[in-house]
């Protein structure tokens, strides 16, 4: 059985802070890890995706990977109150034969 | 643009009621994906498809069915709705699987209501 996990929250971070989001995975053989951003209400949207150890950066988000250690970070720069929202790790495991397995999400609130 | 379109947005129905959830995407994307979210559970996998006549069962597949007969389109069928059905249900697609970087987009969502 393959498992997401993180931590539900809420993780309340002050504006301008760095928000933190953690999530850890069962399956050793997982290849790309992925982080979706969801308003209340609506679907889904891909922030970033990483599949090689280190960090990868993209404007205020970088993602980090650890393979030995099977988790996966999401860091937010400079929040904002507009970052509030549930965050969604998301994992490819195997050949995907079977598309993304998702954690539960964790809740941020940028409070100002 | 290209874009996935769910419909009906919003559904009330009864118990026992065959539903039926529509899925369109203009991507031409081979793999579509239906989700279903519930609080507590996240997103959960209930069908997939890697291609046209191509159907697999996800982790949450009883009383749900779904039929691949072109590219764009991959309807969601509830056969006797339950109110343990009653959830928002997320249309995805893909162009590959398993390929770094590989990008999974979600439709709108469909709100159901079984009761």
């Known amino acids: 059985q393959k498992e997401v996990e993180q931590n539900s929250g809420p993780l309340s971070v002050p504006e301008g802070a760095i928000a933190s989001l953690n999530c850890t995975y069962s399956d050793r053989g997982s290849q790309s890890f992925f982080w979706y951003r969801q308003y209340s209400g609506k679907s889904p949207e891909l922030i970033m995706f990483?599949?090689?150890?280190g960090d990868k950066e993209d404007g205020r988000f970088t993602a980090q990977l650890n393979k030995a250690s099977q988790y996966v970070s999401l860091l937010i720069r400079d929040s904002q109150p507009s970052d509030s929202a549930t965050y969604l790790c998301a994992v490819i495991s195997g050949g995907g034969a079977d598309g993304l397995t998702f954690g539960k999400g964790t809740h941020l609130i940028i409070q100002p | 643009d290209a874009e996935i379109t769910q419909s009906p947005r919003h559904k009330i129905t009864e118990t026992g009621r065959q539903v039926t959830l529509a899925c369109h995407q203009t991507?031409?994307?081979?793999?579509m994906f239906w989700y279903r979210q519930d609080l507590g559970h996240g997103l959960r996998l209930i069908h997939y498809?890697?291609?046209?006549?191509?159907?697999n069962k996800g982790e949450v597949s009883d009383g749900y069915s779904v039929s691949r007969s072109n590219t764009e389109d991959l309807p969601l069928t509830l056969e006797s709705a339950a109110s343990s059905q009653t959830s928002v249900y997320f249309c995805a697609s893909s162009e590959s699987i398993g390929v770094a970087g590989n990008t999974i987009y979600f439709g709108e969502g469909s709100w159901l209501t079984v009761v």
């Open positions: 991507w031409n994307h081979n793999n």
């Open positions: 990483i599949y090689s150890n």
């Open positions: 498809s890697y291609g046209v006549q191509d159907t």
